[in-house]
């Protein structure tokens, strides 16, 4: 008997079709996936991202689990009918892009390409950015993503510190946590990178408080989620120019509200939420995994704490 799996976000079954029945294929999996409402009670599996409308999943009585698409969960992690194990996403193509989001505009910052991208005075103006080695960065978030662009900066030559929950042993990478060790990474640091999930403990992180502890003029970079920074003591920090400038991905309401003041505001740069997009091709690949891995009875990757909340 082939699997049940229901693809809950209809609307990006187009994108996710044929490389998802590829990799179910290339995994051995014998498996019948559909985006149409199926019977809750026959379904094994399901593919879910926040925006599809299935919100009860007290129906679905023999599913072993709910496998996002999302590397942030906290828009399901609190449903209550959500007692089935839940597995959030770590796509290597999503941390290419990530990798890639985060080097580019710490190296905008670094090097003051602002200055040179628009010149309209032609001025001829030698000023040396300062060598990597000599301009800390702060990595909030050791996990997937946050490790791989803590080793990206650091191999440009950036002395990079972490701070997450608990220890990691990444070589070169000292890693601190608390929040004696927050106060530590974010006193040196000239960048700060965000890429912590949305939970209770990491919301408005970034308060007055926290970012009067950084050097002034320290460049903020927020791939992670807009909550963790306060809005208002950020736009305060950036009146005051105690911040050099903030480029912010994600935010409380998205997309960014017209009348939001980030989008005026000339020391913040508002990228709309693009960061890191799952991949079809590869983030199948890592579903159809976990669902060999959970047939087979081996533990499934991934699986979210609830408790924790990510
Ligand atoms: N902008 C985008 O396009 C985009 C795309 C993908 C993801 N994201 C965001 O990026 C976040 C991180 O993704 P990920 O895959 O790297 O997640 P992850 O592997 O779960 O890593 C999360 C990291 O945050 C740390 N952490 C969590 N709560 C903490 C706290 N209260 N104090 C200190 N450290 C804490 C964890 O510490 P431990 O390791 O010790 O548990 C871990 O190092 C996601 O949750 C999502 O919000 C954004």
Redesign the pocket.
Known sequence: MPLNVHFAPATLWSDYEQALTEAMAGAGIDVHLTPDAPDPAAVDYIVYAPSATLQDFSPFVRTKAVLSLW??VERIVGNATLTQPLC?M?DPA?TET?VAWVVGHALRHHLGMDRHIVNPGHVWDPVCPPLPRDRPVAML??????TACARALAALGFPVTG????A?DVPGIPCLHGADGLARVLSTAQIVVT?????P??ENLLDARRLSMLPRGAFILN???GPIIEDAALLAALDSGHIGHATL??FRTEPLPAEHPFWAHPRITVTP?????TSPHTASAVIAENIRRSEAGLPLLHLVDRA?G?
């Open positions: 590397a942030g959030r770590v999503m990530m978030g050791m996990g997937a993503l946050g701070w997450s929950t608990g990691k890429l912590l999930p949305k939970t403990g990491t791939p992670g989620r991905d994600v939420h693009i960061a890191a997009d924790r990510y």
